[in-house]
C-alpha cells in the first residue's frame, strides 16, 4: 500500500479539530487527481461552515486554556522543534505524498520542499521566546512605568496554495504558533494530503488539543467561511490577487488583520555587463523550477540590446535540455502543472501572444499523451501592453523584452511598468548600478547577481497588487501578536 492509499483510508472524509479525527460535516468530499497522470487516486473531506465553526470554537478554547499558563513560549518553542524533527523523521514519505499530490519532481521535494519546511519551523521556534515590548519614559507630569507588551491577535486562518504545500502549512502555522496563536489552516482543495499528514504528525508532537486544526475544503466553502467568521481575528492568505481582493473586501466587515501574498510578474533585468552564463542559468531556474508555478517566478525577462540574443540563445539551451516527465524519476526537472484547467490556461495565453506577433524560440507546444505538462517556454519579440507581458501566467513561460539604455531611471520605469510588485531581480557586474536600481524598484524583495537567498531570517512580501504585509523574519512573526500599551501610575 503507498503513502497516500495509507493516508486517505485512515482519514476517509475527516477533518482535523480539536486534536482529533472527525468525519467532515458537510458529508462532502473532493477527487484527489495525480496532475502526472490525470488519474483519480482517492477522495478527502470538503469541510464546510459547521466545520469551520467547530474548529474555531475548539481554537478560541484551545487559546483560554493557554493564557493560563500552559502553553508557555518555551512550551511552543519545543513542540515547533519536535514537528521539524518529525519531518525529518518521515522526509521521504512527505516527499512521496508532494510529488503524487501535486506534480513535482521527486528530486525537487527531496531537496528544497521537505527539508525547507522543518528548516522553517526551526527558524520560528526560535522566535516563540523573543518577543518582547519595551519600557518607555513618559514625558507627561506624575510618575509613571510604561511599557509595551506583545500579545496573540487571537484565533488565525491560513489559507495556502497548492504550488508549495508542505512548505506553504509550515511556512504559515510556525510563525503563528510561535506567537501563540492558535491555527485553523485550509490546504488548496488541489493538494492536501501532505497537511493531513502533518495533522498526524502534530498530534504525535505534543501540541496542545486545537492549537493547530485542518480543514481540506473549497476556497469558496471552507475558505470563505473561515474569513466570515466573527471569532476568527486574522486571515493569512497567499494565492491569487483576484482571491485576495475578495478575502480583504469579506474580512473588512469585522475589520479583521489580513496579511495577503498575492500574485507577481516579476521582472529580470539584465544589464550589458552582465556576467551571462551565470544570469542565464539562474534566469532558467527561476522560471522554470517547480514548471514555473512561483509567485516571485522571474517571468518577464528585460534585456540590454547588446547581449539580448547571447541571454535568449543560452536560455532557450537550458530550457532544451531539461527533462520533462513522470516526477518520480530522480531525472525528470520539469512535472506537469496542477491541473487540466492551468495547463489550458498556460497555452492559451502562449496562443494568443503568437497571434499578437511574438516568437517562440522554444517550447509553446502541448505535448501528447496523459498529464498536464507544459514544455519550458521562452517568447522573443514582445512589448510592454502584451497580456503574457503584462498577467501572471503562472507556468514555465519567459517573456523578453529589451531596452537599449542604461539610463538607470528609464529601466526602472520599464520593470515598474507593472500592477505586479513582489520580486525584481538585477544582473551586473557594476555596484552603482545594481545598487541604483534596487533603489528605483518597487518591489518587496530585490536581488542583485542571484535568483537565491530566500532565507527565512528575511521578510517576504510584495507592493502594489502583490499583496500587503510581510511573512518571515521578525515581521512574520510580529504580525500575529496584538501590540499592547501599558502605563501604571506609581
Known amino acids: ?34 496532475p502526472s497522470d490525470g ?6 473531506a470538503a469541510s464546510g461552515a ?113 504550488n508549495y504545500p508542505l512548505m506553504g502549512a509550515a511556512m504559515k502555522i510556525g510563525p503563528a504558533l510561535a506567537a501563540g496563536c492558535a491555527v485553523i489552516l485550509k490546504p488548496a482543495e488541489q493538494t492536501s494530503l501532505s497537511a493531513l499528514r502533518l495533522a498526524e504528525l502534530i498530534r504525535q508532537c505534543g501540541f496542545p488539543a486545537g492549537m493547530v486544526n485542518i480543514l481540506p475544503g473549497y476556497g469558496a466553502d471552507a475558505g470563505a467561511a473561515l474569513v466570515a467568521h466573527p471569532d476568527v481575528a486574522k486571515i493569512a492568505f497567499t494565492g491569487s490577487t483576484a482571491t485576495g481582493r475578495v478575502i480583504l473586501r469579506d474580512a473588512s466587515a469585522h475589520l479583521k488583520r489580513v496579511t495577503v501574498e498575492l500574485g507577481g510578474k516579476s521582472p529580470v533585468i539584465v544589464m550589458p555587463d552582465a556576467n551571462i552564463e551565470e544570469a542565464a542559468r539562474a534566469i ?3 522560471i522554470f523550477f517547480n514548471s514555473g508555478q512561483t509567485c516571485s517566478a522571474g517571468s518577464r525577462l528585460l534585456v540590454h540590446a ?19 516527465g513522470a516526477p518520480s524519476d530522480p531525472a525528470t526537472a520539469l512535472g506537469p502543472v496542477i491541473s487540466q484547467a492551468q495547463q489550458d490556461r498556460i497555452f492559451a495565453y502562449v496562443d494568443r ?33 502584451m497580456e503574457a507581458v503584462r498577467e501572471e501566467i503562472f507556468g514555465p513561460v519567459l517573456s523578453v523584452l529589451t531596452f537599449d539604455t542604461t539610463d538607470l531611471d ?47 531570517v528575511l521578510p517576504a512580501g510584495g507592493m502594489k497588487q502583490s499583496g500587503n504585509g510581510r511573512e518571515n523574519g521578525r515581521a512574520g512573526v510580529e504580525a500575529y501578536t496584538e501590540l499592547k500599551a501599558v502605563t501604571i501610575a506609581l
Open 39 to 44: 488519474e483519480c487516486i482517492g477522495e478527502v
Open 50 to 162: 459547521d466545520d469551520v465553526n467547530d474548529a474555531v470554537e475548539a481554537a478560541a478554547a484551545a487559546m483560554r486554556r493557554a493564557s493560563s499558563g500552559g502553553w508557555t513560549p518555551a512550551m511552543r518553542q519545543d513542540a515547533l522543534l519536535s514537528l521539524a524533527r518529525a519531518i525529518d523523521d518521515n522526509a521521504e514519505e512527505l516527499a512521496q505524498l508532494e510529488m503524487i499530490d501535486a506534480g513535482k519532481p521527486i528530486r525537487n521535494v527531496r531537496f528544497l520542499d521537505v527539508p525547507q519546511s522543518a528548516a522553517g519551523l526551526r527558524y520560528f521556534a526560535g522566535w516563540a521566546t523573543k518577543l518582547s515590548g519595551e519600557t518607555m519614559e513618559l514625558s507627561v507630569p506624575g510618575d509613571w512605568h510604561a511599557c509595551t507588551v506583545r500579545e496573540p491577535v487571537g484565533v488565525v486562518g491560513q489559507i495556502i496554495p497548492w
Open 410 to 456: 528609464a529601466i526602472a520605469d520599464l520593470a515598474n511598468d507593472n500592477d505586479y510588485g513582489l520580486a525584481a531581480y538585477v544582473w551586473t557586474n557594476s555596484v552603482s548600478h545594481g545598487l541604483g536600481l534596487v533603489k528605483r524598484l518597487r518591489a518587496g524583495t530585490v536581488r542583485v547577481n542571484t535568483s537565491g537567498g530566500n532565507d527565512f
Open 1 to 34: 500500500m503507498t503513502q497516500y492509499d495509507k493516508l486517505l483510508s485512515a482519514h476517509a472524509g475527516e477533518v482535523f479539530i480539536d486534536g482529533e479525527w472527525r468525519q467532515a460535516k458537510s458529508g462532502k468530499a473532493i477527487d484527489v487527481i495525480n
Open 306 to 324: 547588446s547581449v539580448v540574443k547571447d541571454v535568449v540563445a543560452r536560455v532557450a539551451e537550458i530550457a532544451s535540455s531539461m527533462a520533462m
Open 284 to 286: 532558467a531556474m527561476g
Open 353 to 385: 501572444a503568437v497571434a499578437e506577433g511574438a516568437r517562440c524560440v522554444v517550447g509553446g507546444q502541448r505535448p501528447s499523451g496523459a498529464g498536464f505538462f507544459v514544455p519550458p517556454t521562452v517568447l522573443t519579440d514582445m512589448h510592454a501592453d
